[in-house]
């Protein structure tokens, strides 16, 4: 697996790196947000860290860049914590935010997280014909979800998500109704080994409620809980 890590503090990636190889994936650096965008188009990519605050092109705009041309998942750092930096950097496609000064370790593990939850199914054999499901699509109010085409319609008019959007949309409309407990939702739609905190499904959950317009009072807070979907 190859990481790009983009930082303009070369202690910053050279700690990273250190881990980085320890943990067996191969590295390259970048001190800029111009550099990085090159190196990213120059060479392919399992993963990116990508520092905000760079010279030339910050990290949001290297962001942009990189979304052009590829879902590769990229992992933001930043020293600033506030929230309207998480959730521009969630608006703009990234996969996770670790906020400095912040533990190598962990930062490892997220990286293993996010690539496990994005490795490439595996092959089907030739003799084996994959089943086609049928198209599933359900209507609540003037929302359209169409789980196998993977979209959203409010109003009768298309909605963009990100990915992550997509997930948690789906599993709270599969499950509408029930009383989802935090928990529950991070596990399910993050995955069991996520490493990040509350904040990042609260984050979510608000991006999602501004996709959904005036049907946004369906996603339902249960104070000490979790959400629920109503429809």
């Not at 789906?170 to 596990?187: C, E, P, S, W």
Request: glycine share 8%.
């Amino acid at each position: 697996m190859r990481l790009l890590i983009a930082d303009d503090e070369t202690r910053i990636r050279e700690l990273i790196k250190k881990y980085a190889l320890f943990e067996g994936y191969q590295v390259s650096e970048a001190r800029n947000g111009m550099e990085a965008v090159e190196r990213f188009r120059q060479e392919p990519f399992d993963l990116v860290i990508l520092d905000v605050m760079m010279p030339e092109l910050d990290g949001f705009s290297t962001l942009v860049e990189i979304r052009k041309q590829s879902r590769t998942p990229v992992i933001m750092l930043s020293a600033r914590g506030e929230e309207y930096d998480r959730i521009h950097g969630f608006q703009l496609g990234v996969d996770d935010y670790v906020v400095k000064p912040f533990s190598p370790k962990e930062l490892m593990m997220r990286v293993g997280a996010i690539l496990s939850r994005t490795a490439g199914p595996l092959p089907v054999e030739p003799a084996v014909q994959p089943i086609v499901p049928a198209h599933e699509v359900v209507r609540i109010q003037g929302l359209t979800v169409d789980f196998t085409g993977r979209t959203l319609e409010v109003d009768g008019r298309r909605t963009a998500l990100s990915p992550k959007e997509y997930d948690l949309l789906f599993y709270l409309v599969r499950n509408r109704g029930v009383a989802l407990t935090r928990d529950k939702l991070i596990t399910e739609v993050w995955g069991y080994d996520f490493c990040g905190d509350d904040r990042t499904l609260d984050t979510h959950i608000k991006l999602l409620r501004k996709r959904l317009g005036p049907y946004s009072g369906c996603i339902v807070t249960l104070r000490g809980v979790g959400y629920r979907f109503e429809g």
